[in-house]
Each structure stands twice: as C-alpha cells, then as structure tokens.
C-alpha cells in the first residue's frame, strides 16, 4: 500500500487486490504497454532487440542509425528513434537542394520499422510450450480478471494466453474474459470484422500474426494450440516480403493517421 501526505492529512492508495475486489460487479478494462512484455521475460525489451539487431548486422555498427541510437540519443526504444527520423524529414524537406538527405532518411525510417519486425520475429519463442511455466500461468491468471483488453504490445503472448484460456475455460476458476478478439472464418480466411460488438482483444498496434492484405486485415492461426505461428510468420517475411501489420510510427498523429489508412 502506498501512502501520500495531502494537506498534511494521509490518502491510502487501494492495493491491485482491493481494486479488484471493488470492481468485482463492473467492468475492468486493461491496456497492456511494453512493460507487460519485459516483466515476463526481458527477451522482448528494446534494449535485446537492439543488440541482436546491431549482432546480426542489421543495423550496421557505427552505422548513422547505430550511432542515432547509442550516441546522440541514449536510448534502445526503436520507435522514439522512428520518431526523432520522422520529424527529421519534416526539417530536411524544407532543405529541397539536398534532396539526398531526405532520401536517406526515409529509407532508414522504413528499414527500422523492418528492422523491428524482423528481429522480433527470429528473438520470439517458437509455441507457448517453451515459455517458462511459473510465469506463463501468471499471465493467464492475471488477464483472466478483465472483461476487456488493449494492447499495444506486438508479440504473440497475449495472444497464446488468451487461446489457453478459450481452450481451458471451463477448467479456470473465475474467468471474466469472454475471448473474442474481432476475427471471424466468413471465406476460409480468419478476417477482422469491423464494429463487433463482441470483440473484448485489441491489438492497436497490431501484432507478428497479424497482416494488411490490401482489401482486408487478416490473423494467421495455427490449426490447434500447440502448433506454432512463428515458422508461418518467419516464411511470410523470408519467402514472400509480407511483413506482419505494426503501428510502429514515431508519433500518436501518426499512428492514428495509419491506422485510419488501414480501416479505409
């Protein structure tokens, strides 16, 4: 419990297990950042993805964008860098003689939100089967509580978590989350349907399993629980060049203009 002196009067703060037995007869909504990612296994943290990125040699040691990222700007998180990239080109374009720079720039910001993908796709465990069991069943335990989810996460955790629950939900006690995460079978295809009043799973910013087909948004699956979606999504990019949808966007202007783009 913590505790805040207020005009000099004390406020106790509800501990995580008062707030839920309060809400017990409402709703509870959740948003999940990066963080519910990292406190299961730092495998997902920026600063991995980098370092394997930078061991791989995609992103090229000493490189511009290498040295973007640990010189000027102290940081792993690829998408403040896509950010600070982004508002670089709004700067170079008014310099139209140097159209080189603009250029290059652009490229980097592509290549970085590929960068991005690629490197989350071959560090991400194979199936739900190698995650460490203690925290995995935490997981499980803690999504259960909500009626609703938003996600801004791209990995497949939540996704996996939420398929064992839909597998095993009459063998969970107390499970509040009705999974329904918008995609629906109408053509053989699992398609995003618009306005489902059913859905309670939001990937905002999408996620690996999830692709822009051009006329519609589409969610790979795998035929049953234990198989694994990371070899489809490995072929998708290696093979085909399809890249899994990621709102990964410097800046919420931005992301809110592409998710519009991909709703139209």
Not at 57 to 85: A, C, G, M, Q, W
Not at 188 to 200: D, H, I, S, Y
């Amino acid at each position: 419990v913590k505790l805040m002196e207020m005009n000099k009067d004390y406020e106790f703060i509800d501990t995580y297990d008062e707030v839920i037995r309060i809400t017990e007869n409402g709703k509870r909504y959740l948003l999940l950042g990066n963080g519910f990612s990292i406190a299961f296994d730092k495998m997902f943290s920026f600063k991995n993805l980098f370092d394997y990125a930078v061991n791989k040699n995609l992103i090229s040691l000493n490189s511009p964008l290498h040295n973007i990222f640990y010189y000027d700007f102290k940081t792993y998180d690829f998408e403040r860098v896509i950010k600070k990239l982004e508002e670089s080109i709004i700067v170079y374009a008014r310099y139209h003689t140097y159209p080189y720079y603009f250029l290059y720039l652009y490229s980097d910001i592509n290549n970085l939100k590929r960068i991005l993908i690629n490197v989350l796709s071959e560090l991400h465990p194979e199936h739900a089967a190698s995650l460490d069991e203690f925290n995995y069943s935490y997981v499980k335990n803690f999504i259960k509580e909500y009626d609703s989810i938003f996600t801004l996460n791209y990995d497949l955790l939540l996704n996996w978590a939420t398929l064992e629950l839909q597998y095993n939900k009459n063998n969970i006690y107390n499970c509040r989350l009705e999974v329904n995460d918008g995609f629906r079978r109408p053509t053989g295809n699992l398609t995003f349907v618009e306005n489902n009043e059913e859905q309670t799973i939001y990937y905002l910013h999408g996620a690996l399993h999830i692709f822009d087909e051009g006329i519609e948004i589409t969610k790979i699956s795998s035929k049953n629980k234990d198989n694994s979606l990371i070899p489809q999504i490995r072929k998708n990019i290696s093979y085909y060049s399809k890249y899994p949808l990621f709102v990964s966007e410097g800046t919420w202007q931005k992301k809110i203009l592409k998710i519009k783009q991909i709703l139209q």
